[in-house]
């Protein structure tokens, strides 16, 4: 690959381009590999190269080239080579090199070409550590590119573009021409040219997706002097979507805002927005304006129209603001845009124009009376109570021409917040009164007016003063039309009294009752400032307008007006001539001012003019020098006549003069002179007016910036429809000038009338005002073409929409909606009334709520207005609104919801999902209503607090859609929780209507994590105790019980394990407590090991710990320890660190469902009684403590553990005739047979207080136990009275300790209550093994089997299932009878047998009750043995018995033999003396138990004589399977009694029953009549010797068997089983006593005589002479077989052997079944009988054969030893003889 990486223009740092390879990849013409530069290899020690290349070679010449040969090892190398077998490549002839350590060789290498063609060879290099090869290649020129396997492009946006380059390289020695080629989006440039050899070409990839994906192309090259060859280079590059995002501090619906606020008008303000990019990839934008209204100003700028951002950057952006119009809002919107993006922005900019705020301190100056010649001087104040600056100007003059009125500081410039004190000077030049309003314009705001009144006397005239009064009552008489009367004049009306004086001392007219009494509303309105300034100085084409308007009264008439008011000399000196007219009623004086100094004059000064009379004044212009520019000023102050004397006016009469203004400019140029350059700047060029037909006003400000004065002129006939004032003047070097614009704007003006301002009196020195004088009509834009659409809304609820409209007008406007009365219930918007800005846009929220099911078609109506003239037309737009009314409905996708289980205090979440099927929006609101039932109490719980949180409780569900409700539940307590979640539909207004609908019913149970104790197994010492045994050590059912129970407020002080206590024995608190016996065992005994399977029977996970008291301790320093221990402490501490209590695991978690095994172990290490208390903890749950006990005992120690020292006997109805039989069981711990003996003097005692009736028996006080068995001690429990009996029973041990039991029986009245039964002990202790032990590999399908309540004298019967799970092992299986009650009562069969791997046998459980009531409670042990275990055993001591005697007669003697064989032998002699039997084992095992281990003296001597012998192996040890049965029998009375239902359901052996009753003691054992009893001792042995030798004789006779054989096939009669009579008593019997026998009474004598007897003996008694005799003997036999039959039906023997018959008949059938000979799920089959004549031929003649057949196939069902025969079999026997 190429070695340069270029760098990604677009980004810093990020490597692109060419990918990262170490070499490049070089493509040639003729093959893929190309010259490479010569590497030095070393092979075993010799440093050469491993190929020799020929390049540039001419056929027919040689080249020679050497190959150095290095020797790098540091000893001398032996080298043989072999020359190339080609014979192009040649060495010099084979010879050894010899290279010393640090030399080389140099081998020459010749190469002879003949053709132009590529040549290769080898030459092999032999030494003494191996073989090496040096290739030899000679190569011919070919084209060869080196290029890169791939190019890395840079991630670009869609739809814009990437670029980057990358090498490629001509590797060969010939020119190449290449042409690339690649598919878009990828372009390469250039794409063709020609290399030189070794020439290296730049390449530039470009790379324009459309769409955001990933590309990859193969750019094609195609090389060669043809193109012949070609090379790729894989091209990748990745395309993303730009996501550009504006980011501002404002925000609106639709929009981001970017407020400037309030901004000076003039002055521009900056802020910045910020364009972020989300995306990975550098993206181009765009920024462009909305589009505006036509004619509209610009006020918003923004220089950045495009650019580019990088990855995850921001830009700022600049927006400046720049107002122009004063109180007006302008609004733009500015959008952002990107190619290849899903969206656009949009900026709104929005900011308002402030302007100056000017006062003065005073409307008016009093300048008082003055005499003529004087000047008086008075102050006044200019205030600028805003923050913007302040441009004034006073008209008045400021050139030469004196002026009676005059200010120092005429125009400036006043700063925010700030005032500035003026100078007014009063110099009058007549003695006349003097009045004039002078105007103080203001750029952008209206003028000020102060008015000017001062009064000159001269000794002469005196005219009346002026005050500041008579001119607030000349405005009213002015507004009332009285002031063109002279006041001469109005003073005779005031005498008439037809005028009078109001109030305010204004004259008005007096009211007359039969005409208008409206008569103090003034006949002209006030007018406004700028109207005032346009009033005075309108010229007389205005005035023309202002008669023709249609307001006359908003215009009144001037009292003297002076045309034209301006004029212009700009041709040098001349004289031009005004004229003044008089509007009044009465004679006016005119009086000019005259400037001595002034270029201008007026002549005459002064003049009278009558009422409604015009006169003429001549203005002449002579300039003093030439070249000057000039402007002025000419007053003419005109009063009444009569004012010239105070005497001839009276003061309410007093009418104050008006002051004329004549504007004059002109210059002093020569003609052709070029007139100077002004130097001025104008704000602002373009005068826009407000586009409304009314007339408005502008201002803008020329300020001359030069040192020379300036004249300006506007010609008001190039826009006859504006007026400027002043339209002409001259301004000061320095100073400005304010022009103020006057226009109606129309629509038929243009767009733009173009207004020149002429300078200096010169076309060279123009400027264009743009003047905008439209008017507009109002115009509204809406979206969607004005169509409002609503959505289906269901009824009583609302929708909602959002319309956007917007203002294209130029002027502010204000609208209103308008409904009609149906619409104005189910249409509404907000806001129905608002104000748009020029060119804004706001969003109205529409709100549709029907109340019918109906569709609506609305149209609402927009009025709008501007908001600057509210009384005009309005303008109406109407839009179309359409929205459709539905019903609306939700409901749950599951209506009933089952939590489960759910931990109490503990959060469960779930989503229960609304449908809303309706094809409306449904807004709801959700309510909940809690019923808890406790389990303990199974009421209803109402007033606990809600447990269940619901989100989005209230909301809107779209139409169609599905709504997730999120809930969470936290239950208080365990109890059954039920929700009932309704909702109510919202209204319009969001009050709740109607009654709430259910839609989903919640329901979870509030648990607490619970453990069940599901099985119990024992390993080790106490394997021999049974299950229902281990169950009751350990307290089990009490310990499920408190598993299963609520944890108390104290349990949870610490829900999970903690550390909580720093004493050795913490602090409990939980109240259940319970012991756990591990039984006895004697020392140095295997562990006790207990196997508890646990279970989480609940739903939710149980973490369960078992914490001794170290784990509940905190760990305290050394130092913090006292030292001080209790007893109690030592022993914990003692326990704790032998560890003789073990749990394993001790903790972990279960999921619900499943089952961990847990071990608990107690080691015998010390003699004494070990107790421990261990916390078992439930985390959230219960806690509960657990007294672990374990005895160990001493080996010669005889020991009987009691698992308790209270024993309580089942309760006994009062009044039985026949108590049941209770055992009480004793077990010996230890390892020596226990003798036992129970005092029964306390039962004598209480048989004595309780009128001397046995209230409780002992059948077996004594006895002996042998080490690991248990002992049943029958009791019979037979109360008197219904009370409880308790009495304490010593049972002593003989060589031991005796003991005291207290027996407890609680007597009941059975009509109270119901008879206690057996079947609790089947419920609580499991009947299936769950725990497999370690090694275990053959199983029982039940381990305890409950018979329940049965009667006595019965038999039942139960199958079980004995299976070998192993796949390898074969193994031997035998029950034994733990004892000689049980081997009475229970027989399973068969007894033992061998089990293959993975076979099962069929065990028949059998228990045969006996004839008195008793509750059976036995225990059966399996006993496993491998067989490959036993085989090994055998061979082992075979190998042992040989070795043993060998070693009889091999010995070997030597001197310390001798020495010490006295010794040894009395060792060995001491060792076997005091041998015992192991721990826990019958005697039978202890026979065959291992030898004691040999002491160490013992082998010390055995290992000095070398004469060591072998133990003697041991038996392999049985796997003990328990098989517990419990029943519980009944009398027969009793039973009918209790169990009505189920006594048919058992057979009752009468048989054994009459034993039973003829025996007193209710043994069924009975001796017969003419044999002595067996007494126990030596008799009894020699009998059974010599019965038992007899037996054995005659089994081993062969006669003896052969008569065995053929006796089996002879006929042997039905009843052959029954006792025979004597055949003498039917003979001998007279026939009519025969006859007259009872059948009943034969049946006595004879119960087991067959039919065909009797028959027999009828036949040779002496037949009767007559037929009839005949036919009545012929019936008085069948009465008699009849008889007979019946008799035999009814004999117990008979009833036992049908009972026999279907029993072994059922019992084959499960055989069979279980086998898979039979089907037992099988259809039957039918099967067609033949014809009745022929079944009935064929059952005739064969009835005798099926008979006999039948009861010879039956027998062997009874007889037969072997308890299984095929019933296949014994069919296909039949089906030939019948």
Same mark, same amino acid.
């Given at each position: 690959?190429?070695?340069?990486?270029?760098?990604?223009?677009?980004?810093?740092?990020?490597?692109?381009?060419?990918?990262?390879?170490?070499?490049?990849?070089?493509?040639?013409?003729?093959?893929?590999?190309?010259?490479?530069?010569?590497?030095?290899?070393?092979?075993?020690?010799?440093?050469?190269?491993?190929?020799?290349?020929?390049?540039?070679?001419?056929?027919?010449?040689?080249?020679?080239?050497?190959?150095?040969?290095?020797?790098?090892?540091?000893?001398?190398?032996?080298?043989?080579?072999?020359?190339?077998?080609?014979?192009?490549?040649?060495?010099?002839? +084979?010879? %050894?090199?010899? &290279?010393? $350590? !640090?030399?080389?060789?140099?081998?020459? =290498?010749? #190469?002879? /070409?003949?053709?132009?063609?590529?040549?290769?060879?080898?030459?092999?290099?032999?030494?003494?550590?191996?073989?090496?090869?040096?290739?030899?290649?000679?190569?011919?020129?070919?084209?060869?590119?080196?290029?890169?396997?791939?190019?890395?492009?840079?991630?670009?946006?869609?739809?814009?573009?990437?670029?980057?380059?990358?090498?490629?390289?001509?590797?060969?020695?010939?020119?190449?021409?290449?042409?690339?080629?690649?598919?878009?989006?990828?372009?390469?440039? +250039?794409? %063709?040219?020609? &290399?030189? $050899? !070794?020439?290296?070409?730049?390449?530039? =990839?470009? #790379?324009? /997706?459309?769409?955001?994906?990933?590309?990859?192309?193969?750019?094609?090259?195609?090389?060669?002097?043809?193109?012949?060859?070609?090379?790729?280079?894989l091209l990748r590059g990745l395309s993303k979507y730009p996501h550009l995002q504006i980011s501002s501090m404002g925000q609106e619906e639709g929009c981001k805002v970017l407020e400037f606020g309030s901004v000076a008008v003039g002055n521009s303000l900056e802020k910045h927005f910020e364009i972020y990019n989300l995306s990975t990839v550098s993206t181009t934008f765009s920024l462009s304006w909305l589009r505006r209204p036509p004619l509209m100003e610009s006020v918003f700028h923004c220089e950045v129209h495009e650019g580019k951002i990088a990855p995850h950057s921001v830009l700022k952006v600049p927006v400046c603001f720049s107002p122009l119009t004063v109180d007006s809002i302008s609004v733009d919107y500015l959008c952002l845009t990107c190619h290849g993006a899903v969206s656009e922005d949009l900026l709104k900019v929005s900011g308002t124009c402030i302007g100056p705020v000017v006062s003065l301190s005073t409307s008016i100056l009093d300048f008082g009376c003055v005499e003529e010649g004087t000047e008086v001087t008075h102050n006044?104040?200019?205030?600028?109570?805003?923050?913007?600056?302040?441009?004034?100007?006073?008209?008045?003059?400021?050139?030469?021409?004196?002026?009676?009125?005059?200010?120092?500081?005429?125009?400036?410039?006043?700063?925010?917040?700030?005032?500035?004190?003026?100078?007014?000077?009063?110099?009058?030049?007549?003695?006349?009164?003097?009045?004039?309003?002078?105007?103080?314009?203001?750029?952008?705001?209206?003028?000020?007016?102060?008015?000017?009144?001062?009064?000159?006397?001269?000794?002469?005239?005196?005219?009346?003063?002026?005050?500041?009064?008579?001119?607030?009552?000349?405005?009213?008489?002015?507004?009332?039309?009285?002031?063109?009367?002279?006041?001469?004049?109005?003073?005779?009306?005031?005498?008439?009294?037809?005028?009078?004086?109001?109030?305010?001392?204004?004259?008005?007219?007096?009211?007359?009752?039969?005409?208008?009494?409206?008569?103090?509303?003034?006949?002209?309105?006030?007018?406004?400032?700028?109207?005032?300034?346009?009033?005075?100085?309108?010229?007389?084409?205005?005035?023309?307008?202002?008669?023709?308007?249609?307001?006359?009264?908003?215009?009144?008439?001037?009292?003297?007006?002076?045309?034209?008011?301006?004029?212009?000399?700009?041709?040098?000196?001349?004289?031009?001539?005004?004229?003044?007219?008089?509007?009044?009623?009465?004679?006016?004086?005119?009086?000019?001012?005259?400037?001595?100094?002034?270029?201008?004059?007026?002549?005459?000064?002064?003049?009278?003019?009558?009422?409604?009379?015009?006169?003429?004044?001549?203005?002449?212009?002579?300039?003093?020098?030439?070249?000057?520019?000039?402007?002025?000023?000419?007053?003419?102050?005109?009063?009444?006549?009569?004012?010239?004397?105070?005497?001839?006016?009276?003061?309410?009469?007093?009418?104050?003069?008006?002051?004329?203004?004549?504007?004059?400019?002109?210059?002093?140029?020569?003609?052709?002179?070029?007139?100077?350059?002004?130097?001025?700047?104008?704000?602002?060029?373009?005068?826009?007016?407000?586009?409304?037909?009314?007339?408005?006003?502008?201002?803008?400000?020329?300020?001359?910036?030069?040192?020379?004065?300036?004249?300006?002129?506007?010609?008001?006939?190039?826009?006859?429809?504006?007026?400027?004032?002043?339209?002409?003047?001259?301004?000061?070097?320095?100073?400005?000038?304010?022009?103020?614009?006057?226009?109606?704007?129309?629509?038929?003006?243009?767009?733009?009338?173009?207004?020149?301002?002429?300078?200096?009196?010169?076309?060279?020195?123009?400027?264009?005002?743009?003047?905008?004088?439209?008017?507009?009509?109002?115009?509204?834009?809406?979206?969607?073409?004005?169509?409002?659409?609503?959505?289906?809304?269901?009824?009583?609820?609302?929708?909602?929409?959002?319309?956007?409209?917007?203002?294209?007008?130029?002027?502010?406007?204000?609208?209103?909606?308008?409904?009609?009365?149906?619409?104005?219930?189910?249409?509404?918007?907000?806001?129905?009334?608002?104000?748009?800005?020029?060119?804004?846009?706001?969003?109205?929220?529409?709100?549709?709520?029907?109340?019918?099911?109906?569709?609506?078609?609305?149209?609402?109506?927009?009025?709008?207005?501007?908001?600057?003239?509210?009384?005009?037309?309005?303008?109406?737009?109407?839009?179309?609104?359409?929205?459709?009314?539905?019903?609306?409905?939700?409901?749950?996708?599951?209506?009933?919801?089952?939590?489960?289980?759910?931990?109490?205090?503990?959060?469960?979440?779930?989503?229960?999902?609304?449908?809303?099927?309706?094809?409306?929006?449904?807004?709801?609101?959700?309510?909940?209503?809690?019923?808890?039932?406790?389990?303990?109490?199974?009421?209803?719980?109402?007033?606990?607090?809600?447990?269940?949180?619901?989100?989005?409780?209230?909301?809107?569900?779209?139409?169609?859609?599905?709504?997730?409700?999120?809930?969470?539940?936290?239950?208080?307590?365990?109890?059954?929780?039920?929700?009932?979640?309704?909702?109510?539909?919202?209204?319009?207004?969001?009050?709740?209507?109607?009654?709430?609908?259910?839609?989903?019913?919640?329901?979870?149970?509030?648990?607490?994590?619970?453990?069940?104790?599901?099985?119990?197994?024992?390993?080790?010492?106490?394997?021999?105790?049974?299950?229902?045994?281990?169950?009751?050590?350990?307290?089990?059912?009490?310990?499920?019980?408190?598993?299963?129970?609520?944890?108390?407020?104290?349990?949870?002080?610490?829900?999970?394990?903690?550390?909580?206590?720093?004493?050795?024995?913490?602090?409990?608190?939980?109240?259940?407590?319970?012991?756990?016996?591990?039984?006895?065992?004697?020392?140095?005994?295997?562990?006790?090991?207990?196997?508890?399977?646990?279970?989480?029977?609940?739903?939710?996970?149980?973490?369960?710990?078992?914490?001794?008291?170290?784990?509940?301790?905190?760990?305290?320093?050394?130092?913090?320890?006292?030292?001080?221990?209790?007893?109690?402490?030592?022993?914990?501490?003692?326990?704790?660190?032998?560890?003789?209590?073990?749990?394993?695991?001790?903790?972990?978690?279960?999921?619900?469902?499943?089952?961990?095994?847990?071990?608990?172990?107690?080691?015998?290490?010390?003699?004494?009684?070990?107790?421990?208390?261990?916390?078992?903890?439930?985390?959230?749950?219960?806690?509960?403590?657990?007294?672990?006990?374990?005895?160990?005992v001493e080996r010669d120690r005889r020991y009987i553990h009691l698992s308790s020292n209270r024993h309580i006997f089942a309760p006994m109805a009062i009044g039985g005739f026949s108590p049941p039989k209770q055992v009480y069981e004793l077990y010996n711990a230890g390892t020596l047979p226990v003798r036992y003996h129970i005092d029964t003097t306390p039962l004598e005692e209480l048989m004595e207080e309780n009128f001397s009736h046995p209230i409780l028996q002992c059948l077996n006080p004594g006895g002996e136990i042998e080490p690991g068995h248990t002992a049943l001690v029958e009791w019979i429990f037979s109360p008197l009275e219904a009370k409880t009996y308790s009495v304490d029973i010593p049972i002593h041990v003989m060589e031991g300790d005796s003991m005291f039991v207290t027996f407890e029986g609680q007597g009941f009245d059975e009509r109270d209550s119901e008879p206690i039964q057996v079947q609790d002990g089947r419920i609580t202790v499991p009947c299936t093994q769950r725990i497999p032990l370690p090694g275990q590999v053959v199983?029982?399908?039940?381990?305890?089997?409950?018979?329940?309540?049965?009667?006595?004298?019965?038999?039942?019967?139960?199958?079980?299932?004995?299976?070998?799970?192993?796949?390898?092992?074969?193994?031997?299986?035998?029950?034994?009878?733990?004892?000689?009650?049980?081997?009475?009562?229970?027989?399973?069969?068969?007894?033992?047998?061998?089990?293959?791997?993975?076979?099962?046998?069929?065990?028949?459980?059998?228990?045969?009750?006996?004839?008195?009531?008793?509750?059976?409670?036995?225990?059966?042990?399996?006993?496993?043995?491998?067989?490959?275990?036993?085989?090994?055993?055998?061979?082992?001591?075979?190998?042992?018995?040989?070795?043993?005697?060998?070693?009889?007669?091999?010995?070997?003697?030597?001197?310390?033999?001798?020495?010490?064989?006295?010794?040894?032998?009395?060792?060995?002699?001491?060792?076997?003396?005091?041998?015992?039997?192991?721990?826990?084992?019958?005697?039978?095992?202890?026979?065959?138990?291992?030898?004691?281990?040999?002491?160490?003296?013992?082998?010390?001597?055995?290992?000095?004589?070398?004469?060591?012998?072998?133990?003697?192996?041991?038996?392999?040890?049985?796997?003990?399977?328990?098989?517990?049965?419990?029943?519980?029998?009944?009398?027969?009375?009793?039973?009918?009694?209790?169990?009505?239902?189920?006594?048919?359901?058992?057979?009752?052996?009468?048989?054994?029953?009459?034993?039973?009753?003829?025996?007193?003691?209710?043994?069924?054992?009975?001796?017969?009549?003419?044999?002595?009893?067996?007494?126990?001792?030596?008799?009894?042995?020699?009998?059974?010797?010599?019965?038992?030798?007899?037996?054995?004789?005659?089994?081993?006779?062969?006669?003896?068997?052969?008569?065995?054989?053929?006796?089996?096939?002879?006929?042997?009669?039905?009843?052959?089983?029954?006792?025979?009579?004597?055949?003498?008593?039917?003979?001998?019997?007279?026939?009519?006593?025969?006859?007259?026998?009872?059948?009943?009474?034969?049946?006595?004598?004879?119960?087991?005589?067959?039919?065909?007897?009797?028959?027999?003996?009828?036949?040779?008694?002496?037949?009767?002479?007559?037929?009839?005799?005949?036919?009545?003997?012929?019936?008085?036999?069948?009465?008699?077989?009849?008889?007979?039959?019946?008799?035999?039906?009814?004999?117990?023997?008979?009833?036992?052997?049908?009972?026999?018959?279907?029993?072994?008949?059922?019992?084959?059938?499960?055989?069979?079944?279980?086998?898979?000979?039979?089907?037992?799920?099988?259809?039957?089959?039918?099967?067609?009988?033949?014809?009745?004549?022929?079944?009935?031929?064929?059952?005739?003649?064969?009835?005798?054969?099926?008979?006999?057949?039948?009861?010879?196939?039956?027998?062997?069902?009874?007889?037969?030893?072997?308890?299984?025969?095929?019933?296949?079999?014994?069919?296909?026997?039949?089906?030939?003889?019948?």
């Amino acid at each position: 690959m190429l070695t340069d990486n270029p760098v990604n223009p677009l980004s810093s740092g990020i490597p692109f381009g060419v990918a990262h390879n170490q070499h490049r990849k070089r493509v040639s013409s003729l093959r893929a590999g190309g010259l490479q530069k010569r590497t030095q290899n070393c092979f075993f020690g010799v440093e050469t190269c491993a190929e020799l290349v020929w390049e540039g070679w001419e056929p027919g010449l040689e080249y020679t080239k050497s190959l150095i040969l290095r020797n790098t090892h540091g000893k001398l190398q032996k080298l043989s080579f072999r020359p190339p077998e080609t014979k192009f490549f040649s060495t010099p002839f +084979p010879q %050894t090199i010899l &290279l010393s $350590p !640090g030399t080389s060789f140099s081998l020459p =290498v010749t #190469f002879q /070409p003949l053709e132009k063609s590529e040549y290769v060879g080898t030459i092999e290099f032999q030494g003494k550590e191996g073989t090496f090869h040096v290739s030899l290649r000679a190569v011919i020129p070919h084209h060869a590119l080196e290029v890169p396997d791939t190019v890395m492009l840079p991630p670009c946006a869609a739809q814009h573009s990437s670029q980057t380059s990358f090498l490629f390289r001509n590797s060969s020695k010939l020119q190449t021409g290449f042409r690339w080629c690649v598919d878009p989006p990828f372009q390469l440039s +250039p794409e %063709t040219g020609q &290399l030189k $050899p !070794g020439e290296e070409c730049r390449v530039t =990839v470009e #790379f324009k /997706p459309q769409q955001a994906l990933v590309y990859q192309a193969e750019a094609c090259c195609a090389f060669g002097d043809d193109g012949e060859s070609s090379c790729t280079v894989l091209l990748r590059g990745l395309s993303k979507y730009p996501h550009l995002q504006i980011s501002s501090m404002g925000q609106e619906e639709g929009c981001k805002v970017l407020e400037f606020g309030s901004v000076a008008v003039g002055n521009s303000l900056e802020k910045h927005f910020e364009i972020y990019n989300l995306s990975t990839v550098s993206t181009t934008f765009s920024l462009s304006w909305l589009r505006r209204p036509p004619l509209m100003e610009s006020v918003f700028h923004c220089e950045v129209h495009e650019g580019k951002i990088a990855p995850h950057s921001v830009l700022k952006v600049p927006v400046c603001f720049s107002p122009l119009t004063v109180d007006s809002i302008s609004v733009d919107y500015l959008c952002l845009t990107c190619h290849g993006a899903v969206s656009e922005d949009l900026l709104k900019v929005s900011g308002t124009c402030i302007g100056p705020v000017v006062s003065l301190s005073t409307s008016i100056l009093d300048f008082g009376c003055v005499e003529e010649g004087t000047e008086v001087t008075h102050n006044v104040q200019i205030i600028n109570t805003s923050t913007v600056l302040a441009h004034y100007q006073f008209d008045v003059d400021t050139g030469s021409h004196s002026s009676v009125f005059s200010v120092d500081k005429p125009c400036g410039s006043l700063p925010g917040s700030s005032k500035l004190t003026l100078r007014v000077k009063f110099g009058p030049h007549h003695p006349i009164a003097y009045h004039k309003t002078m105007t103080c314009l203001l750029l952008h705001r209206e003028p000020l007016f102060l008015d000017l009144i001062g009064t000159c006397h001269s000794e002469q005239l005196k005219p009346a003063i002026l005050k500041p009064r008579h001119l607030s009552v000349y405005r009213l008489n002015l507004l009332r039309g009285l002031t063109c009367y002279p006041p001469d004049l109005l003073s005779a009306l005031l005498e008439e009294r037809r005028l009078k004086l109001d109030e305010s001392g204004a004259l008005q007219m007096q009211e007359i009752p039969t005409e208008d009494t409206n008569n103090t509303t003034p006949l002209f309105k006030p007018r406004s400032p700028l109207d005032e300034y346009f009033h005075v100085n309108s010229a007389p084409e205005l005035e023309t307008e202002l008669y023709n308007t249609s307001n006359s009264t908003r215009f009144p008439i001037p009292h003297v007006k002076v045309q034209p008011s301006e004029l212009l000399f700009y041709d040098g000196p001349a004289s031009k001539s005004v004229s003044i007219t008089n509007y009044t009623k009465g004679k006016i004086c005119l009086m000019w001012s005259n400037g001595a100094e002034s270029p201008f004059s007026i002549s005459p000064l002064s003049c009278e003019l009558g009422p409604l009379k015009t006169t003429a004044f001549r203005v002449t212009y002579s300039p003093n020098q030439q070249n000057v520019f000039h402007g002025a000023q000419l007053e003419c102050f005109t009063f009444y006549k009569v004012l010239k004397d105070h005497r001839n006016v009276e003061d309410q009469t007093l009418c104050p003069p008006w002051c004329l203004i004549v504007r004059v400019s002109g210059h002093s140029f020569q003609p052709g002179k070029e007139h100077f350059i002004p130097n001025f700047s104008l704000q602002h060029p373009q005068v826009v007016f407000p586009a409304l037909k009314q007339v408005s006003y502008r201002s803008i400000l020329l300020q001359n910036t030069g040192d020379l004065p300036l004249i300006f002129r506007l010609d008001p006939e190039e826009c006859p429809s504006a007026c400027v004032l002043p339209s002409s003047g001259l301004v000061p070097p320095g100073s400005h000038q304010i022009l103020m614009f006057r226009c109606t704007p129309s629509p038929d003006h243009p767009s733009i009338i173009p207004l020149t301002l002429q300078l200096n009196a010169s076309s060279n020195h123009t400027q264009v005002l743009n003047v905008v004088a439209v008017a507009e009509k109002l115009s509204m834009s809406m979206e969607e073409g004005g169509s409002l659409f609503f959505q289906p809304t269901a009824l009583g609820s609302r929708s909602e929409r959002t319309l956007w409209v917007k203002n294209l007008s130029r002027v502010p406007v204000e609208f209103k909606w308008r409904l009609c009365g149906a619409d104005q219930g189910v249409l509404s918007v907000l806001p129905d009334t608002d104000i748009l800005q020029p060119n804004e846009s706001k969003v109205q929220k529409w709100s549709f709520a029907p109340k019918e099911e109906i569709m609506y078609n609305m149209k609402p109506s927009l009025t709008f207005w501007p908001v600057q003239t509210p009384q005009c037309k309005k303008s109406r737009l109407t839009i179309k609104a359409v929205g459709l009314a539905s019903k609306g409905s939700l409901q749950a996708e599951h209506p009933v919801i089952d939590l489960g289980e759910v931990l109490v205090e503990s959060c469960k979440s779930f989503e229960v999902p609304l449908l809303n099927d309706s094809p409306c929006a449904v807004s709801y609101f959700l309510t909940t209503q809690q019923s808890v039932t406790d389990t303990g109490l199974l009421e209803d719980m109402t007033q606990d607090p809600l447990v269940l949180e619901m989100e989005n409780v209230k909301g809107t569900i779209p139409a169609e859609c599905r709504l997730p409700i999120r809930c969470t539940v936290k239950p208080a307590r365990r109890a059954h929780y039920c929700w009932t979640i309704s909702y109510h539909i919202l209204s319009a207004s969001g009050s709740v209507e109607g009654e709430p609908q259910s839609i989903c019913h919640v329901q979870a149970e509030g648990v607490y994590p619970i453990l069940e104790v599901m099985d119990v197994r024992s390993c080790g010492s106490v394997e021999g105790l049974s299950k229902l045994q281990l169950w009751h050590l350990f307290n089990l059912d009490a310990l499920n019980t408190y598993l299963r129970r609520d944890p108390s407020p104290s349990e949870l002080t610490f829900r999970v394990p903690t550390r909580h206590s720093f004493r050795h024995c913490p602090s409990i608190f939980t109240s259940a407590m319970m012991d756990f016996s591990f039984s006895a065992a004697p020392l140095g005994s295997d562990p006790t090991g207990i196997l508890l399977l646990f279970k989480n029977p609940g739903s939710i996970p149980v973490e369960w710990s078992f914490l001794f008291p170290e784990d509940q301790q905190i760990e305290l320093e050394y130092w913090a320890e006292t030292g001080d221990f209790s007893p109690s402490e030592l022993h914990l501490m003692k326990i704790q660190e032998h560890r003789l209590f073990s749990i394993s695991p001790r903790s972990g978690k279960l999921q619900p469902g499943q089952q961990r095994t847990v071990q608990f172990t107690y080691r015998h290490e010390f003699v004494g009684t070990d107790r421990l208390p261990v916390l078992l903890k439930l985390s959230h749950g219960r806690e509960i403590l657990l007294n672990f006990t374990g005895i160990t005992v001493e080996r010669d120690r005889r020991y009987i553990h009691l698992s308790s020292n209270r024993h309580i006997f089942a309760p006994m109805a009062i009044g039985g005739f026949s108590p049941p039989k209770q055992v009480y069981e004793l077990y010996n711990a230890g390892t020596l047979p226990v003798r036992y003996h129970i005092d029964t003097t306390p039962l004598e005692e209480l048989m004595e207080e309780n009128f001397s009736h046995p209230i409780l028996q002992c059948l077996n006080p004594g006895g002996e136990i042998e080490p690991g068995h248990t002992a049943l001690v029958e009791w019979i429990f037979s109360p008197l009275e219904a009370k409880t009996y308790s009495v304490d029973i010593p049972i002593h041990v003989m060589e031991g300790d005796s003991m005291f039991v207290t027996f407890e029986g609680q007597g009941f009245d059975e009509r109270d209550s119901e008879p206690i039964q057996v079947q609790d002990g089947r419920i609580t202790v499991p009947c299936t093994q769950r725990i497999p032990l370690p090694g275990q590999v053959v199983f029982l399908s039940e381990e305890r089997v409950c018979f329940d309540d049965i009667p006595v004298c019965s038999r039942s019967t139960r199958i079980l299932f004995l299976t070998n799970v192993s796949h390898t092992d074969e193994v031997l299986y035998k029950w034994n009878v733990t004892s000689t009650e049980c081997q009475k009562t229970v027989t399973i069969r068969p007894e033992g047998g061998r089990l293959t791997p993975g076979e099962s046998v069929l065990c028949i459980l059998t228990i045969q009750t006996s004839g008195s009531p008793a509750f059976y409670q036995q225990d059966l042990l399996c006993e496993i043995t491998l067989v490959r275990m036993l085989e090994k055993y055998h061979k082992d001591l075979r190998q042992w018995e040989e070795e043993t005697e060998r070693q009889k007669y091999e010995f070997t003697l030597t001197e310390k033999d001798l020495l010490q064989e006295g010794a040894v032998f009395g060792q060995k002699t001491g060792t076997k003396k005091y041998k015992t039997l192991p721990p826990i084992r019958s005697s039978d095992h202890a026979v065959g138990s291992p030898s004691p281990r040999p002491s160490r003296a013992e082998q010390r001597a055995q290992q000095q004589t070398g004469q060591e012998r072998r133990r003697r192996p041991e038996p392999p040890r049985p796997t003990l399977l328990h098989l517990g049965v419990t029943a519980r029998s009944h009398s027969l009375m009793e039973y009918q009694t209790h169990f009505p239902t189920q006594f048919n359901t058992h057979y009752i052996n009468r048989s054994r029953q009459a034993k039973h009753s003829q025996s007193g003691t209710g043994e069924s054992c009975h001796h017969p009549a003419d044999l002595p009893p067996l007494t126990l001792g030596l008799e009894k042995d020699v009998i059974t010797h010599v019965l038992i030798s007899l037996l054995q004789s005659l089994l081993d006779e062969p006669q003896f068997q052969q008569s065995l054989v053929e006796g089996d096939t002879e006929q042997v009669p039905y009843f052959t089983q029954l006792r025979p009579a004597p055949a003498l008593l039917a003979q001998t019997l007279p026939r009519s006593a025969a006859d007259s026998q009872d059948p009943v009474e034969m049946s006595g004598v004879s119960s087991a005589t067959p039919a065909k007897t009797f028959t027999g003996n009828c036949s040779t008694a002496d037949r009767p002479k007559s037929e009839r005799d005949r036919e009545s003997l012929k019936e008085l036999q069948e009465e008699i077989k009849m008889k007979v039959q019946e008799s035999i039906r009814r004999l117990p023997e008979f009833c036992d052997l049908l009972e026999d018959i279907l029993l072994n008949t059922l019992q084959n059938l499960m055989m069979e079944a279980f086998l898979g000979e039979l089907v037992l799920t099988t259809r039957p089959r039918i099967i067609a009988l033949p014809p009745s004549s022929s079944r009935k031929n064929s059952l005739g003649s064969n009835r005798q054969s099926s008979a006999e057949s039948n009861k010879e196939q039956l027998r062997p069902l009874v007889t037969s030893p072997t308890p299984y025969r095929s019933t296949q079999a014994i069919v296909s026997t039949l089906e030939p003889e019948q």
